[in-house]
């Protein structure tokens, strides 16, 4: 399994421009979580989705920033504009879907991707 | 509402040193716990949990065990290595049953050798 793959791994950019960040679940697992680590902030969840639906997403920071799964394989976050204080590596992860028999089984391990890290300048 | 607090760090160590990490926890129900390791560079992964009390997670000569009288999921490994040094996160997982998980703010481990 090829697990969590994200692209790009590295993105610089200016301030004001539009930065795109994709995320390939596992296969077969039905919830995907964008989180933002900062050293100032430590790990942040920004939204998850559940079957493609957005469930969460008090965390995101601002307008600027939004996101969307399409498909069960795929899913972006988008920050429009973009400002230096955005800067920090974006990581995406997912969870398999729970079994019939018991929510129990939603209590899985998170499998993240490698992250990428944003840097605006 | 739910919480883990971690120890804070970072934790420098000499090599074949005993580690403790501390971690404790505020929920209400009965949550899975876990510890998720990052090495520099990369995204988590997850080390090892517990579903119950009394439940001890282990993996890689790391140890944990699920304390429910005091609240509690301390990591332990007898005798730390160089490489590993890392991120260290203790999380709880959403009463709910969402998948979601609350991380505590990490503690660096660093192991001199």
């Known amino acids: 399994d090829a697990g969590v793959i994200q692209s790009p791994r590295h993105e610089v950019t200016e301030m004001g421009q539009e930065v795109t960040l994709r995320c390939k679940p596992i296969?077969?697992?039905?919830?995907l979580f964008w989180y933002r680590q900062t050293m100032m902030r430590g790990l942040e969840l920004l939204i998850y989705f559940n079957n493609n639906v957005p469930i969460d997403d008090s965390g995101m920071p601002e307008d600027r920033f939004s996101a969307k799964m399409p498909n069960a394989s795929f899913s972006t976050l988008k920050i429009q504009p973009s400002e230096p204080r955005d800067s920090a590596v974006y990581f995406c992860a997912s969870i398999p879907g729970p079994t019939s028999e018991s929510t129990q089984a939603r209590r899985n391990e998170q499998f993240f991707g490698p992250g990428t890290r944003l840097t605006v300048l | 509402g739910d919480s883990v607090t971690q120890m804070e760090g970072p934790v420098t160590l000499s090599e074949e040193a005993f580690l403790t990490i501390n971690c404790t926890y505020t929920a209400t129900g009965y949550p899975s716990l876990f510890w998720y390791v990052q090495y520099p560079g990369e995204g988590l992964q997850l080390l090892l949990k517990?579903?119950?009390?009394?439940d001890k997670g282990s993996n890689k000569g790391f140890e944990a065990t699920y304390r429910k009288e005091t609240t509690s999921f301390h990591l332990e490994k007898g005798s730390v290595q160089v490489s590993d040094s890392a991120v260290y996160f203790c999380a709880l997982s959403d009463r709910v049953g969402t998948g979601k998980l609350i991380f505590g703010q990490g503690t660096t481990l660093q192991v001199k050798p």
């Open positions: 296969s077969g697992h039905n919830s």
């Open positions: 517990a579903t119950k009390a009394d």
